[in-house]
């Protein structure tokens, strides 16, 4: 929040402890640039994307997700629902 842009290679992962709906939801209040935000479940499966819009009230994923992806909005094209993905713990 409150920064002016977002460096095209840099994000942020948002997790929660178990694969849900509301928990896994975002605003976008007083953020002034999109994102691509990219949901995840606990299999490691992305179940949704959406490009969230500066200012909008809520994104919630589609289907229940315990990892949001936060990047830059030229990664829209780099996920697909589907998608298997893998982190290593730090």
């Avoid at 948002?14 to 953020?31: G, N, P, R, T, Y």
């Amino acid at each position: 929040m409150f920064q002016k842009d977002i460096a095209p290679f840099s994000g942020i992962l948002l997790l929660e402890k178990q694969d849900s709906v509301i928990d896994s939801a975002i605003h976008m209040l007083f953020m002034n640039f999109d994102i691509c935000a990219v949901w995840v479940n606990k299999s490691g499966q992305v179940v949704d994307k959406q490009l969230a819009r500066r200012w909008h009230i809520l994104y919630k994923p589609k289907k229940p997700a315990s990892m949001t992806l936060e990047l830059h909005p030229r990664h829209m094209k780099d996920f697909n629902i589907g998608d298997i993905l893998s982190h290593e713990n730090l």
